[in-house]
């Protein structure tokens, strides 16, 4: 096994630090930062200034030619398939929490067959297997079953779910895991302990350690992101960058993919927003593919139909469709289950219609389970 490495850790000074910097950068500093060959975490922070929310549509133009540069003109599209609402975690912004009062369920291995069947029947066979976090009825154990059930069947499969140990991912990937998504939510120590109040999840310096784990469990394709409204959004997406250049000087292997969800109304939170715009929205995700152009950035069916429109067609390499957030959601489950609302609820097909007209192709499978295991 891999010796362990040191892991990424953050003080709250260096946070604070961090913050009060965020809003000094000049529109010198943002057309510096522009054309800069490599952009550095100065640049990084300049393009993500106030002051670079006056350069919009340059920062857009940037980032699609760099998307276009390494991906091309596609998107790949993908469905999450929620197991389970179970949690015994207490996140101030979630529905899954323990102590909201929701009908909970846990999919059987043959429940989450007929979800897979019902995505495929959508076109999509990249799935993300997502858990609340409940050691106890979704452990490794019950996510190896269904792993081992679904794998035969599906392109991709990705997992969302709580942080594991070394031993438990690499005992994922031979069952047929490809890719693990952690989200640290916000690196803002002080908001952290403020949002997660009960359960494993409380426990920051763990779940700032997950992804060396992963890494070192031979995964090869790690998605990360914060939830954007619990910080200070400029301050917790630069630290999520430093995040990721600690773990890409450790394991060049890795392939990174970054999600950056608003926060939503959910059960027991029908009015909770993040304060985040679509304007900020925009410009912190081209600073983040300016920065780092070999990032996956992936979009969520959180955002409208017109902004997602953009993102898929400009500086977005993947994307969920037609997503329930809910388990049984693609058979049976009523909505008040899910996790989240969603703003796109068009189809896949609807979605993939819209790429064409705007000039990008969209895969549905860039790999095929009868030639083996999706290629590292
Ligand atoms: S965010 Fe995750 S850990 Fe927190 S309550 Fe929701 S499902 Fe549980």
Redesign the pocket.
Known sequence: MPVPIANFQLTQQQFDNLQAQSYLPDQAAVQRALTAAKPSFADLQALLSPAAGEFLPELLARATQLKRQRSGRTLSLFAPLYLS?L?????S??????S?AVKRRILTVAEALQETTAIQSLGISQILLV????QRKAGVDYLLEVTQALRPQVARLMLES?PLDVRDYQQLRIAGIDAVMLYQ?TYDPQSYARH?TF?T?ADMTNRLAAPSRVAQAGITQLGMGV?LGLADWRTDVLVLAQHLRHLQQHWYQLAFSVALPRLKPCAGKSTQQSGVSDRDYLQLLCALKIFAPELSLSISTRDSPALRDLLLSSIACSASAGSKTQPGGYTVSPQSLA?FSIDDERSPQEIAAMLRVNGVQPVWQDWHPVLGRYPA
């Open positions: 609402n949690c015994s975690n207490e996140c912004y979630c529905g899954f929490s323990r909201v858990t609340g976090e409940h709580q939510e997660h359960g999840k939830l996790q």
